[in-house]
């Protein structure tokens, strides 16, 4: 009985929940353990400012896909041109399959700090597993595990309760901006901390399963139901505020720990050091289990976001509630974005560089998707009475700002100073 309670409690959390949790890929938390390697508290104020941002993008996606009971990528054709629209949907598989492969680089890593295995033969045992439960296991089965697998991102939090930390200096970094205007190695965080907050692919995996969700409630193209929009604003929210939360604890936790003057998280290992206050000589099996889990998690995410959007751009069946035989081009982009993602391991990069990387690429794609979905939001013809309001509107645009701002900054400072 009691376990079935538990099971109708993951039920309840939603699409949105599950977003929010995979938003702390292992591409996400190295970016910000590195930020607060290098930056300390002064990098916290980005969890607080960026949380209104993370909230009202991820419920603008949902709530479009919700009213149209169609995936982003076609109401996106409704407003924009098939060229346009294809030019998002290269964007998406493109960074995308450099997550996959940044995350599998992580993944690896980490296996190799707690088993014998080496780096090449664990990401692709890692691949090979992630691929086998995304195709052969039945969906309501594989959504429970990602739920559970969410759960993994609780000992961060655990780790930054025993620390002992100056909380007043910790308040005012989260509340007051420091920004280093002159700092080459600032604006690039900046951009790969904003684009692995707010990520292409969470846009169209959230779209996407709120379209599944409604077909399993029974609900019609074009027919809405308030207790569903109420219940994805609900999962939405505490979504985004538990990856927000969790990231805040990772950048506390490495700020106390790891930071200094210049230091720069060069592995895994030093990542996994930060856990030590918590875990002891266990740090390495904690971290380790963090980084798999949440990497199980998120790569299914990112080869299905592609899949959505190739399905849904050239018309094909899809649906992780379909079998292969149903769906085979939609399980065929899911399987060779992930099969990609496992080649660019080969390349011989520094993993943490990797990971920071895909999280910059993020960054840079998002502006034009972001403007995109703010346009078709705005759109009475499209949502009608659920069009976005003013405040959604204001925070929107904001982010739009944040981003460009940020890339701008970076490209500035990096090339032009």
């Not at 077909?215 to 219940?231: C, D, P, V």
């Not at 995410?301 to 379909?322: R, T």
Request: charged residues 10%.
């Amino acid at each position: 009985m009691k376990l079935k309670k538990k099971f109708k409690f993951l039920k309840k959390i939603g699409p949105g929940f599950i977003t929010g949790a995979s938003d702390d890929d292992p591409s996400g938390l190295t970016a910000y353990a590195q930020a607060g390697a290098q930056y300390g508290y002064s990098i916290l104020w980005t969890t607080l400012w960026m949380l209104p941002s993370m909230i009202c993008i991820q419920e603008m996606a949902a709530r479009i896909a919700i009213v149209r009971g169609e995936g982003t990528i076609k109401s996106l054709l409704r407003k924009f041109s098939r060229p346009f629209v294809f030019l998002l949907v290269l964007f998406l598989v493109i960074v995308n399959i450099i997550n996959i492969g940044a995350d599998i680089a992580g993944m690896a890593e980490a296996m190799t700090l707690i088993t014998p295995l080496p780096y090449t033969v664990s990401a692709i045992i890692l691949t090979l597993g992630i691929v086998a439960l995304q195709i052969l296991l039945p969906y309501h089965k594989y959504v429970v595990i990602l739920q559970v697998l969410c759960l993994s991102l609780i000992s961060y939090i655990v780790t930054a309760c025993v620390l002992r930390v100056q909380w007043g200096s910790i308040l005012y970094h989260t509340i007051i901006p420091t920004i280093s205007f002159f700092d080459k190695e600032f604006w690039y965080l900046m951009v790969g901390l904003l684009g692995t907050t707010m990520s292409p692919y969470l846009i169209f995996w959230q779209g996407s399963q709120e379209v599944e969700e409604k077909k399993a409630r029974g609900l019609f193209f074009l027919e809405t139901s308030q207790e569903h929009i109420n219940k994805m604003r609900n999962g939405t929210f505490w979504g985004m505020f538990f990856s927000n939360f969790i990231v805040f604890c990772v950048i506390l936790v490495t700020a106390s720990y790891l930071f200094t003057d210049g230091h720069k998280i060069r592995s895994m290992g030093d990542a996994a050091s930060v856990l030590q206050p918590l875990a002891g000589s266990y740090a390495c099996w904690l971290f380790s289990i963090g980084v798999v889990g949440t990497g199980l998690l998120v790569i299914p995410v990112l080869a299905g976001s592609a899949a959505y959007a190739m399905a849904d751009f050239f018309g094909w069946k899809q649906g992780l509630a379909l079998t292969w035989r149903q769906a085979p081009k939609f399980y065929a982009v899911i399987l060779g974005t992930t099969v990609c993602g496992l080649l660019l391991n080969f390349v011989g990069a520094n993993v943490v560089d990797f990971l920071i990387f895909a999280s910059v690429m993020n960054g840079l794609a998002m502006p034009l998707l972001l403007v995109a979905l703010i346009l078709i939001a705005n759109d009475s013809k499209i949502l009608g009475s659920y069009k976005n309001s003013l405040p959604i509107n204001i925070v929107g645009w904001a982010t739009v700002v944040l981003f460009v701002s940020s890339i701008i900054g970076f490209l500035i400072v990096g090339y032009c100073i």
